[in-house]
């Protein structure tokens, strides 16, 4: 009996280490379903190598999570197998069995039961997230909930190509702005990273540009060719934002004018408190 309580409290402590590990790794940007998978292939040892991987072993409070979880995992797991075979082997009898079996069993089920509810991952991350503020400089970065990366809204990324309708302009004349398109960034095709590049910054053949926006619009701009074809495709992307925002022209420069009102203030601000 006690061998088989033993397995169900080893097995708990596992669950709830893995449940922590993975909230800690949504908390540092990764997806929820990636920091489950990452912190399950960490504990049980299998060691997927996946380009999030790579971004965990490059990230130093990821890789520190990963770290103790790969450790805590190892003696879990031989905890694990010892209580489990203990269990199997110290049966005296055919009550004995049926006995140990249906705690076994019950006490799985009623686990699976509860980590489906959501109720303990709810309650540890509210634990989590106040620990985290208290003692940690970690910010949370959902990035699902701060980009709105549901419904038709995606982040994707691609190289550009010499026939490509974004190449050998800046920021300011391509104005995706107005068609609901945003740049978040431009990796050069020397490696270097210009994030959230300004009105100037000019696109090359072979620069990687990360952009936001609706699954359409992203879709469409990817395959836009230069010429006159690519630019009748961007004045009628640039309506159907406007019908979608119900902007009108006059709104649109109005708001152009506010927002570009906006900047040069959080410019000079800026400047007289670095004075």
Do not use: C
Not at 22 to 45: E, P
Not at 48 to 77: C, D, W, Y
Not at 112 to 130: A, E, N
Request: aromatic share 8%; proline share 1%; no cysteine.
């Amino acid at each position: 009996m006690a061998a088989a309580i033993s397995f169900l409290i080893i097995l708990i402590i596992s669950l709830i280490i893995v449940k922590i590990a993975a909230i800690m790794l949504r908390l540092t940007g990764l997806s929820d379903d990636m920091a489950k998978f990452q912190a399950r292939s960490a504990f049980t040892g299998t060691g997927f190598t996946t380009t999030e991987s790579e971004s965990i072993a490059k990230h130093p409070v990821r890789r520190r999570i990963i770290q103790n979880l790969m450790l805590l995992g190892n003696v879990g797991i031989v905890s694990f197998m010892s209580t489990l075979i203990l269990t199997f082997t110290s049966f005296t009898d055919q009550r004995d069995i049926l006995v140990k079996s249906g705690i076994l069993g019950g006490g799985v089920l009623v686990l699976v039961i509860i980590s489906r509810t959501g109720i303990v991952d709810w309650m540890l991350s509210g634990i989590i997230k106040s620990f985290q503020k208290r003692f940690t400089r970690v910010y949370a970065k959902d990035y699902d909930n701060l980009l709105f990366l549901e419904g038709d809204y995606e982040v994707v990324k691609f190289q550009l190509k010499a026939d490509s309708w974004l190449v050998n302009r800046s920021m300011q004349e391509l104005r995706l702005i107005d068609e609901g398109i945003l740049v978040l960034g431009v990796r050069r095709d020397d490696g270097y990273y210009v994030a959230a590049p300004r009105g100037e910054t000019h696109l090359y053949t072979g620069d990687e540009i990360i952009i936001y926006g609706r699954e359409e619009a992203l879709k469409d701009l990817s395959v836009r060719v230069s010429g006159d074809a690519g630019d009748r495709e961007h004045h009628i992307m640039v309506e159907q934002q406007r019908k979608r925002e119900g902007r009108g022209p006059e709104k649109l420069r109005a708001s152009r004018r506010a927002a570009e009102a906006v900047r040069k203030s959080k410019g000079v601000f800026g400047k007289m408190f670095r004075r």
